[in-house]
């Protein structure tokens, strides 16, 4: 965002960031007791935590949910424990993955179920292409699957069937907290032993730890927000399409659209102080996350009708 502002200083402010595919609807963060942010958290607190996680991820082994701070830091000390001579991403995906393994391989699904490590995004970030659960079930690999964007479809995760595949899980997307950096690494009893025992006695804070119960346990909450993403997202769809962009894909948190000039939309859109998300690999497409308001709904469509008619 600092970069786009440096780059547009005459754009109008506040800038409307669409370039995350992080909910824009946040989980309510009430108040906190006093003991939440004065004392250490109680190791009770942090394995309460991970039990509720666990029956909201539809785990029967609470011991087998390892919960980190935020899933970027997990990739980097999985990194240390899950070796592997050759390592497959499939597609075009995540870049922390390739931050965590420097030597992996972009590939195919079926090429890297050849690999000694597959890591994937499911649903895929940016495209959310899907892969089904029975597909996983091929070849012998070690699997590393990053479910970031299930939330929203609880349908898509390969829980709890994962078949001895590491799955990482994400609070602050669905949630819409990011700032939070909370996240879950769910695995088996060797591999999550280990985990816990690099992230010491007090890897997340008492104020992440009681905010997370309550949502965690919150359903009537869920069902809400997953009906808020996928009717945003069905909207954001319609929206670009209107436009004359072609929809790549998508999730109920962000819609990838293609444009033979998508460097010029970019630039455009930041001009009216709107930030999308471009890929150097896909130099066709960009990422749009969902607006959070009407306010914000009409200030893309507009910015899109002055697009459309300057073509």
Not at 44 to 65: I, M, S
Request: hydrophobic share 45%.
């Amino acid at each position: 965002m600092e970069t786009a502002r440096r780059l547009h200083p005459a754009a109008p402010v506040p800038w409307l960031d669409l370039s995350t595919g992080i909910a824009p609807w946040p989980y309510p963060v009430g108040t906190f007791a006093d003991r939440d942010w004065q004392r250490l958290p109680e190791p009770e607190a942090l394995l309460g935590l991970e039990e509720v996680a666990a029956d909201y991820f539809r785990v029967d082994k609470p011991d087998q949910v390892v919960a980190v701070p935020g899933s970027d830091m997990a990739l980097r000390l999985l990194a240390k424990f899950i070796t592997a001579t050759r390592v497959a991403i499939v597609g075009h995906s995540y870049s922390g993955y390739r931050k965590a393994w420097p030597h992996a391989e972009v590939m195919s699904f079926e090429r890297a179920l050849k690999a000694d490590l597959l890591i994937c995004a499911n649903p895929n970030n940016p495209d959310g292409a899907w892969i089904e659960e029975r597909h996983f079930q091929r070849g012998r690999n070690q699997r590393l699957v990053d479910e970031a964007f299930a939330d929203a479809d609880p349908r898509l995760s390969l829980l709890p069937s994962r078949n001895g595949a590491v799955v990482l899980r994400s609070f602050g997307k669905f949630f819409g907290l990011a700032g939070l950096r909370l996240g879950f690494v769910i695995a088996d009893r060797p591999l999550a032993r280990v985990l816990r025992d690099q992230l010491g006695d007090w890897p997340i804070s008492g104020p992440a730890i009681a905010l997370a119960m309550r949502a965690y346990a919150d359903r009537d909450w869920h069902e809400a927000q997953r009906q808020r993403l996928l009717g945003a997202s069905a909207r954001l769809k319609a929206l670009l399409n209107e436009h004359g962009l072609t929809d790549g894909g998508g999730t109920a948190q962000f819609r990838l659209a293609e444009a033979s000039d998508s460097a010029g939309l970019f630039d455009h859109l930041c001009c009216h102080g709107i930030l999308v998300r471009p890929f150097a690999e896909r130099p066709l497409a960009l990422r749009f996350g969902l607006p959070g308001s009407e306010r914000d709904w009409s200030r893309l469509t507009a910015a899109l009708d002055q697009w459309s008619i300057s073509r």
